[in-house]
């Protein structure tokens, strides 16, 4: 079982940028892929990004590619999204997730562990 903490949320201007993190707990970090979801009001939950455990792999949604980047550091339990090149189209609640899997899912139904979410919100 593994425990999710996000921080990094705030305020930006568009076209600034934020750094996501998402702290973990337990012994197994590196069997977890590790994935970000956003949800903005009224709309669904999506996928942003996603890291395999060993961090040689990651995928990203369309919407994103080419502006954020997601890394993990095993040895601090931890997991980062840089967000770069920020647009109003961004404002949403961020959540990370980890599922014990080989494989970069990206349906958030594929996950079973969810932190609490942190505001991202961009002013154009």
């Known amino acids: 079982q593994v425990q999710l903490v996000e921080s990094g949320g705030g305020l930006v201007q568009a076209g600034g940028s934020l750094r996501l993190s998402c702290a973990a707990s337990?012994?197994?970090?590196?069997?977890?892929?590790i994935g970000w979801f956003r949800q903005a009001p009224g709309k669904e939950r999506e996928f942003v990004a996603a890291i395999r455990g060993s961090g040689g792999m990651t995928n990203y949604a369309d919407s994103v590619k080419g502006r954020f980047s997601m890394s993990r550091d095993n040895d601090k339990n931890a997991v980062y999204l840089q967000m770069n090149s920020l647009k109003p189209d961004d404002t949403a609640v961020y959540y990370c997730?980890?599922?014990?899997?080989?494989?970069?899912?990206?349906?958030?139904?594929?996950?079973?562990?969810w932190g609490q979410g942190t505001q991202v919100t961009v002013s154009s």
């Open positions: 997730a980890a599922e014990p899997s080989v494989l970069i899912p990206t349906s958030p139904n594929a996950y079973s562990y």
């Open positions: 337990g012994r197994t970090f590196r069997r977890y892929v």
